[in-house]
Each structure stands twice: as structure tokens, then as C-alpha cells.
């Protein structure tokens, strides 16, 4: 009989309460009084699942466009406001959401509460603000795609892996659909997707709920909203073969990339799965790192699969990256990964691994939820993602609950040839690469 690992004493349970205003947008309060400082963040319901083929990276665009300045402000001026009163100032765009959060003093709550809703309101979308911010776009693909060692080829690896749905195209888009977007179609984007129903008001931190929800109904109860997004109806079919290809590229080492399709953030699954990915490539202790790492077959074996709340909204991919030791043959290294899922199948795991899994999980956890930073954003993303904000306080249970039967079920399922798609990366001299043409 499994003995699984017991729950750890303190179980943490994160107070929230919840608000819905008349006009569609619901606020999110996470109260907690220990230090004075607060979290504000807006998170919308619109990322690059939203988009379609010649507007690809209009989510992440809009991320910077929201920085250019409003009525009430120029450009970049809500940074500095806000980091004038001792607070910090980000976004960020992800395959579901864009989201954009104030951390400063408890004090000034209402500052960035009144600047949030001003320029939901009154940005300033012109021609010059949108040409330069989509330079600065193509540049930063440019960084992180382009001249990333191996960000083209995952590039290539999610185009291949969904034939049908939006996850296909990367968060920052194809550099010629940046190219040809125009101003109208940003137009368009901000009436369609920007709008009270459409979006998520997270309060953490130092502050009383009915306070927080008399602010925000004052600055964004009266916001007037379309109603929410168009839904995305799109669904990845079954993959029925293992797809493959090769992309040559400079490069010191030889690389391969696979991605197998899994379950949603809805899908309780999904923890076995994560618990299964942390198993083959968490820390010096994992399966990846012993097997291959450490002998000196691979520079590095990783395994990549984005826990709650960063985890797909619809069914993503766990991506395997092995690059292979100087002088060892990249093709026996990816059969002998593939030779150690089939004894996860075959064999399953064992219970010192999964339980050494679940306390890494755990802990880790813990200590996101005593930031009150953390705390909203998990919160307000799992709203967003899937309507169940209190699920943040079950989360540490559903990875208590998996067993050594729920990880071999999950590899024998998931983590299959036919689920399988597979990019190589082969170096090629600095000749080869010119003839074979430009990347963008």
C-alpha cells in the first residue's frame, strides 16, 4: 500500500473576497495587514489565443501601447508617478492574459487605482505613440526570438505541435504580421478587449474590502462595457503520429526539442503532470539530471511545463529540451530520454521521488503565497483562466492527492510517441546559414 507523503502542518488559506459590478468587471480583495504595503493589479482577459493570423503579437504590442501615455499623463509618466511614491510598475502578456500590476505603500492605493482607470479610459493611441512602441516590439523580438539560442526553434515546435489552435503562433507574433498591423487594428483591439467585463481588479495587501470595493466601483464602476469578449472556440484535434522536422541554425551543441501535447489548468490532471515533469527535470535529484546530466552525455536536460496560475487555459505542451555533451551523438541521447519514459510507463515511479516532488511543489507554494504580489496573481489569473479564484487555497491538496498510479497513468497517456512533436537543431557553419536566408 502507498504511503504518500503527509500535508505539512500549516495550510495555507488566503482570505478573498469578491465583488461583481454592474457593468460587468469583478474586483478581487485579498486582505492581509502585516506590512503597509499593497498589490493593485488589472488583469485582462486577452492574450495571444485572442489573435488570429495577421494581427499575430497585437497582445503584447497593446502591453507596451498602454505605457505611451494618457489624458491626464505622457508617455512613460504612469511609471514615474507611481515609482515617485515609492511603488513598482510592470505588465506582462502571456498565450491567455495581459496583465498589470502596481506594488507600492498602502497609502497611495488610490493613486494607482484612479491612473489604472484613467487610461483604461483616456490612452493615447496615436499614429507616432504606435509607430515607435511597434519598433520597440520588433526589437525585442528580435532579442528573445531571433538571436536566442533556441527561440526560433521552439517557435517552430509550437507551430507544428497545434495545427488548429491559437497556441500555434508565439506571444510576441511574426515580425510580418508586426510589420503590416496598423493603428486601426490597435483601435479595434482596445474597444474589443479592453473593457470592464473583460477584465479582473486585484486588490493584496493592506487594505479593508469594503474600502477597496468603494474605490474601485468609484473609478471603474461606471466604465461603460460592450459586454465581454468574443469567446475562443478553437480546439486542438488529437494528434494521430509523431511529427518531426529539422531547423539549422549556428550553433556550438546539437539540440532536440519535443513537445507533448496535456491537459488544461481546469483538468485536475494536471497536477499529476506537473508532478511528472518535476520528476524527470526538477533539480539535481531528478531523472534528467542523473541519467544524463551528470554522466556527461548532455550540457543540460530540462523539462518545462508552467504551474498554477501560468499554466494553458486550454490543453498546452510539456517541452523536453536536451542539448547534447561536445562529442556525443544527439540522436542517442534522445532515444535513451525516450528509453526512460517508457520505464516510467512500464515501471512507474517511485515513492521517494514523488514524495521528494510534492514537498518541492509545495514549498515552493508557500512561499509564493506570502507575497502579497503572488497571492493577487494567482488569484486574479485562475478568475480569469478558469472562474475559480478560491482554488488557490485547494491547490497544495490536488498535489497531495496524486498518487504513484496518477504518474505512471499520466506518462503512459500523455507522453507518447503519437502525442509527440520533435524539432532538431542542427548546427550548420556560418556559409550554410547565410545561403539558407534571413530570419525574422
Request: with cysteine.
Given at each position: 500500500?502507498?504511503?504518500?507523503?503527509?500535508?505539512?502542518?500549516?495550510?495555507?488559506?488566503?482570505?478573498?473576497?469578491?465583488?461583481?459590478?454592474?457593468?460587468?468587471?469583478?474586483?478581487?480583495?485579498?486582505?492581509?495587514?502585516?506590512?503597509?504595503?499593497?498589490?493593485?493589479?488589472?488583469?485582462?482577459?486577452?492574450?495571444?489565443?485572442?489573435?488570429?493570423?495577421?494581427?499575430?503579437?497585437?497582445?503584447?504590442?497593446?502591453?507596451?501601447?498602454?505605457?505611451?501615455?494618457?489624458?491626464?499623463?505622457?508617455?512613460?509618466?504612469?511609471?514615474?508617478?507611481?515609482?515617485?511614491?515609492?511603488?513598482?510598475?510592470?505588465?506582462?502578456?502571456?498565450?491567455?492574459?495581459?496583465?498589470?500590476?502596481?506594488?507600492?505603500?498602502?497609502?497611495?492605493?488610490?493613486?494607482?487605482?484612479?491612473?489604472?482607470?484613467?487610461?483604461?479610459?483616456?490612452?493615447?493611441?496615436?499614429?507616432?505613440?504606435?509607430?515607435?512602441?511597434?519598433?520597440?516590439?520588433?526589437?525585442?523580438?528580435?532579442?528573445?526570438?531571433?538571436?536566442?539560442?533556441?527561440?526560433?526553434?521552439?517557435?517552430?515546435?509550437?507551430?507544428?505541435?497545434?495545427?488548429?489552435?491559437?497556441?500555434?503562433?508565439?506571444?510576441?507574433?511574426?515580425d510580418y504580421d508586426l510589420r503590416?498591423?496598423?493603428?486601426?487594428?490597435?483601435?479595434?483591439?482596445?474597444?474589443?478587449?479592453?473593457?470592464?467585463?473583460?477584465?479582473?481588479?486585484?486588490?493584496?495587501?493592506?487594505?479593508?474590502?469594503?474600502?477597496?470595493?468603494?474605490?474601485?466601483?468609484?473609478?471603474?464602476?461606471?466604465?461603460?462595457?460592450?459586454?465581454?469578449?468574443?469567446?475562443?472556440?478553437?480546439?486542438?484535434s488529437p494528434q494521430r503520429g509523431?511529427?518531426?522536422?529539422?531547423?539549422?541554425?549556428?550553433?556550438?551543441?546539437?539540440?532536440?526539442?519535443?513537445?507533448?501535447?496535456?491537459p488544461s489548468l481546469k483538468d485536475?490532471?494536471?497536477?499529476?503532470?506537473?508532478?511528472?515533469?518535476?520528476?524527470?527535470?526538477?533539480?539535481?535529484?531528478?531523472?534528467?539530471?542523473?541519467?544524463?546530466?551528470?554522466?556527461?552525455?548532455?550540457?543540460?536536460?530540462?523539462?518545462?511545463?508552467?504551474?498554477?496560475?501560468?499554466?494553458?487555459?486550454?490543453?498546452?505542451?510539456?517541452?523536453?529540451?536536451?542539448?547534447?555533451?561536445?562529442?556525443?551523438?544527439?540522436?542517442?541521447?534522445?532515444?535513451?530520454?525516450?528509453?526512460?519514459?517508457?520505464?516510467?510507463?512500464?515501471?512507474?515511479?517511485?515513492?521517494?521521488?514523488?514524495?521528494?516532488?510534492?514537498?518541492?511543489?509545495?514549498?515552493?507554494?508557500?512561499?509564493?503565497?506570502?507575497?502579497?504580489?503572488?497571492?493577487?496573481?494567482?488569484?486574479?489569473?485562475?478568475?480569469?483562466?478558469?472562474?475559480?479564484?478560491?482554488?488557490?487555497?485547494?491547490?497544495?491538496?490536488?498535489?497531495?492527492?496524486?498518487?504513484?498510479?496518477?504518474?505512471?497513468?499520466?506518462?503512459?497517456?500523455?507522453?507518447?510517441?503519437?502525442?509527440?512533436?520533435?524539432?532538431?537543431?542542427?548546427?550548420?557553419?556560418?556559409?550554410?546559414?547565410?545561403?539558407?536566408?534571413?530570419?525574422?
Open positions: 500500500m502507498e504511503k504518500l507523503l503527509n500535508p505539512e502542518a500549516w495550510h495555507p488559506e488566503i482570505d478573498i473576497k469578491a465583488y461583481r459590478f454592474d457593468n460587468g468587471l469583478t474586483l478581487l480583495v485579498l486582505p492581509e495587514h502585516g506590512l503597509p504595503i499593497v498589490s493593485f493589479q488589472v488583469h485582462y482577459a486577452v492574450g495571444s489565443r485572442n489573435e488570429r493570423p495577421g494581427i499575430t503579437g497585437i497582445s503584447h504590442l497593446f502591453e507596451h501601447m498602454m505605457f505611451r501615455g494618457s489624458k491626464e499623463l505622457g508617455p512613460e509618466e504612469f511609471s514615474q508617478v507611481i515609482q515617485a511614491k515609492g511603488g513598482e510598475v510592470n505588465a506582462f502578456t502571456t498565450s491567455d492574459n495581459t496583465s498589470y500590476y502596481e506594488n507600492l505603500p498602502a497609502a497611495h492605493l488610490e493613486l494607482a487605482v484612479r491612473l489604472e482607470a484613467e487610461r483604461l479610459v483616456h490612452l493615447s493611441l496615436t499614429q507616432d505613440n504606435f509607430a515607435t512602441e511597434r519598433e520597440v516590439v520588433r526589437s525585442e523580438r528580435k532579442l528573445r526570438a531571433v538571436d536566442s539560442p533556441l527561440g526560433l526553434p521552439l517557435e517552430l515546435l509550437s507551430a507544428m505541435a497545434y495545427t488548429q489552435h491559437p497556441y500555434q503562433w508565439p506571444i510576441l507574433g511574426w503590416h498591423l496598423t493603428l486601426e487594428d490597435c483601435l479595434d483591439y482596445h474597444r474589443t478587449y479592453y473593457n470592464p467585463a473583460n477584465m479582473v481588479v486585484v486588490v493584496s495587501g493592506d487594505v479593508e474590502p469594503e474600502s477597496a470595493q468603494e474605490m474601485v466601483g468609484r473609478y471603474f464602476g461606471t466604465i461603460p462595457s460592450p459586454g465581454p469578449s468574443p469567446p475562443i472556440r478553437a480546439q486542438e509523431e511529427r518531426r522536422a529539422i531547423y539549422k541554425k549556428v550553433s556550438q551543441v546539437e539540440a532536440f526539442l519535443a513537445g507533448f501535447h496535456v485536475p490532471e494536471i497536477y499529476a503532470v506537473l508532478l511528472l515533469a518535476a520528476i524527470l527535470g526538477e533539480g539535481k535529484a531528478s531523472r534528467g539530471y542523473q541519467r544524463f546530466v551528470r554522466p556527461g552525455q548532455a550540457i543540460d536536460l530540462e523539462v518545462h511545463l508552467p504551474p498554477p496560475p501560468f499554466a494553458y487555459q486550454d490543453p498546452g505542451l510539456l517541452l523536453i529540451i536536451g542539448l547534447a555533451a561536445p562529442g556525443q551523438p544527439l540522436s542517442a541521447l534522445e532515444a535513451e530520454v525516450w528509453q526512460e519514459i517508457a520505464q516510467i510507463q512500464e515501471q512507474g515511479v517511485t515513492l521517494e521521488e514523488l514524495n521528494r516532488v510534492k514537498k518541492i511543489m509545495r514549498a515552493q507554494y508557500v512561499k509564493v503565497l506570502a507575497n502579497n504580489f503572488y497571492r493577487g496573481l494567482l488569484s486574479g489569473m485562475m478568475h480569469l483562466k478558469i472562474g475559480e479564484a478560491d482554488l488557490i487555497n485547494r491547490i497544495p491538496d490536488l498535489y497531495d492527492q496524486v498518487t504513484l498510479t496518477d504518474i505512471q497513468s499520466a506518462a503512459r497517456r500523455y507522453l507518447t510517441e503519437d502525442n509527440r512533436t520533435v524539432v532538431i537543431v542542427k548546427p550548420v557553419s556560418e556559409a550554410e546559414n547565410a545561403a539558407l536566408g534571413p530570419v525574422d
